[in-house]
C-alpha cells in the first residue's frame, strides 16, 4: 500500500466509512450466525493481529 498524504478531513471521512463497513460486516454475521458479541470481538482481534503482523514484517 502506498504512502498517501490525506487532509485532516479526508482522514476522518476514510475512517468513518471504514467504522461503518466493518460495524455492519459486524451485524450482518451476527444475523446469519446468532453469534455473540464475544465471537465478534475475538474475530476482530484476529484481524488486528493481521494487520500488526503484516506491519511488523517491514
Do not use: P
Not at 498517501?4 to 475512517?15: A, G, I, M
Not at 466509512?17 to 482481534?45: G, H, P, Y
Amino acid at each position: 500500500m502506498g504512502n498517501n498524504s490525506y487532509t485532516e478531513d479526508e482522514l476522518n471521512q476514510v475512517c468513518e466509512d471504514a467504522f461503518v463497513n466493518i460495524k455492519e460486516a459486524c451485524m450482518r454475521l451476527q444475523e446469519k450466525t446468532k453469534c455473540s458479541n464475544k465471537v465478534v470481538i475475538e474475530m476482530l482481534n484476529n484481524v488486528i493481529g493481521f494487520y500488526d503482523s503484516r506491519v511488523s514484517n517491514r
